[in-house]
């Protein structure tokens, strides 16, 4: 199983980037998605991230410009980032616990994607 995320780049105050991650391989079902993100000296911090009922949290500094979403037909996960700010600017990854059968789960992260909030 292998999680890829794309979606990042350099963008203004103010603007928006749609970041997504998909997963491939042998997949039976995704139970919970996450999106992480790493400032430069700081630590790594979860951003949002989704059950597979669709209960979804959002950590206080993005809430109301951040949007966590997914799509279990395509075994993908999004982020919706609007109203970005040059806070926002690091390195995004995606995790997800996804099953390979009924009774096996396991955890993976994707590559990480860096996002840069710049004028």
């Known amino acids: 199983v292998q999680l890829q995320a794309c979606g990042g780049g350099l963008v203004q105050p103010g603007g928006s980037l749609r970041l997504s991650c998909a997963a491939s391989?042998?997949?039976?079902?995704?139970?919970?998605m996450a999106w992480y993100r790493q400032a430069p000296g700081k630590q790594r911090e979860l951003v949002a991230d989704?059950?597979?009922?669709?209960?979804?949290t959002y950590v206080d500094s993005v809430k109301g410009r951040f949007t966590i979403s997914r799509d279990d037909a395509k075994k993908s996960g999004y982020l919706q980032m609007n109203s970005l700010k040059p806070d926002d600017t690091a390195v995004y990854f995606c995790?997800?616990?996804?099953?390979?059968?009924?009774?096996?789960?396991?955890?993976?992260w994707g590559q990480g994607t860096q996002v840069t909030v710049s004028s």
């Open positions: 995790s997800a616990d996804i099953r390979s059968s009924p009774y096996q789960m396991h955890n993976y």
């Open positions: 989704i059950t597979s009922s669709g209960t979804i």
């Open positions: 391989g042998s997949i039976f079902a995704i139970d919970y």
